[in-house]
């Protein structure tokens, strides 16, 4: 969420390695702690992203998730926002909660073709949907227990 938002970005010592022990600046010395690659790797992809124009000069605005169906309530556990800089968009949705959720996003799509392709730069995936389903519906979102997209679309 800190590194995707406006603002400044504070990562305190050994939280990119994934140390779990947190001393007090003022000691010299600490415990070797073993690194975690699966943290350290997701950091690295993280702050790629994050580093870019778009989140640093981007208009951001807060998006409200809807309820993907009646009586589905697991879109509050769902945080949303957009970013835009020109032509560059970016959507970031993250399940803050420890069970999966779903929700519906509402998109603004003028100008697009009939199906458009969202790039969840994250993880590595491609979606293509429906302009007009978006638009009428919302964007349809399931995500685990406090998994996340960002979205280049």
Not at 71 to 86: M, P, R, V
Not at 91 to 110: A, D, P
Not at 112 to 119: A, G, I, Q, S, V
């Amino acid at each position: 969420i800190i590194n995707t938002i406006p603002g400044m970005t504070f990562i305190h010592d050994g939280q990119i390695e994934g140390k779990k022990i947190k001393l007090p600046v003022q000691l010299g010395r600490e415990p070797i702690e073993k690194e975690n690659p699966n943290l350290l790797e997701f950091y690295e992809k993280l702050l790629r992203i994050t580093t870019s124009e778009v989140f640093k000069y981007g208009n951001w605005e807060l998006l409200n998730p809807i309820p993907s169906w009646v009586s589905n309530n697991t879109y509050n556990n769902i945080l949303a926002w957009k970013i835009n800089l020109e032509e560059r968009k970016r959507l970031v949705v993250i399940n803050f909660s420890k069970v999966v959720s779903q929700c519906r996003i509402e998109m603004s799509l003028n100008n697009y073709p009939t199906k458009f392709k969202l790039k969840d730069i994250l993880n590595y995936k491609t979606y293509f949907r429906k302009t007009e389903e978006v638009i009428n519906e919302g964007l349809f979102i399931e995500l685990g227990p406090f998994k996340s997209h960002i979205f280049s679309y």
